[in-house]
């Protein structure tokens, strides 16, 4: 009994040193990320304020010009620190796996984390620029486009987290397949419904012309394709 108990112990004190460590780096990351946070709220923004009659946004708080970028450094802080936050999960559990599984875990860390940055960046420089043109041409006679730089901060974080989770397509069909939870045939025969429910999603986020909605559709279906030929090498 005490033999379980001082090895709990053990597990826990790692635990917390990795979850430490993973903290500090967040923390640094941070405090670099505040000293520019007005410029990196000036890129953010960028997609939209070439689009912008006044070319400005405005802030309808007093205190928003300050909390606004303090948000948005801690929140690309907690994203630029993922990576790093899975690999010490990766080593806290890995001496618990088999070889194999240290062997697969690795490379699903770091495609998933490739594919959600890469998400991101097809949100910012793909959908942005087409999302931003139409909102900005289709306001009403008399009214000026001068969105609050909360709102869109929270707009357009959602949207780089939605588009981040959608790329991570291959690597949740990859695993399902390899967990038995859903054979890759099921997969195959579904492809009709995912290629409709890209061109939904196109529909969805992108202006109401079939060029954009087509460039938003065709790198979701392909990510469906990619995740069934990936899903023919997984094994149970």
Known sequence: MSGSKSEALHFLIELRSRLLRSVVVLFVIFAVLLYFANHLYTWLAFPLLRFLPEGHLIATQIVSPFFVP???AFMASLLLTMPVFLYQLWAFIAPALYGHERRMLWPFLLT???????GMA?????????LFRFLANVAPAGVVLSPDIGEYLDFTMKLLLVFGALFEIPVVMVLLVSAGIVPRERFVKMRSYAIVGAFVLGMFFAPPDVLSQTILA????????????MSRFSKK
């Open 70 to 72: 303090f948000k948005l």
């Open 112 to 118: 998933s984390s490739f594919l959600f940055y890469a």
């Open 122 to 130: 097809f949100a910012y420089f793909i959908i942005f620029p087409m």
């Open 218 to 229: 065709v790198p979701i279906w392909m990510l469906y394709e990619i995740g069934i030929f």
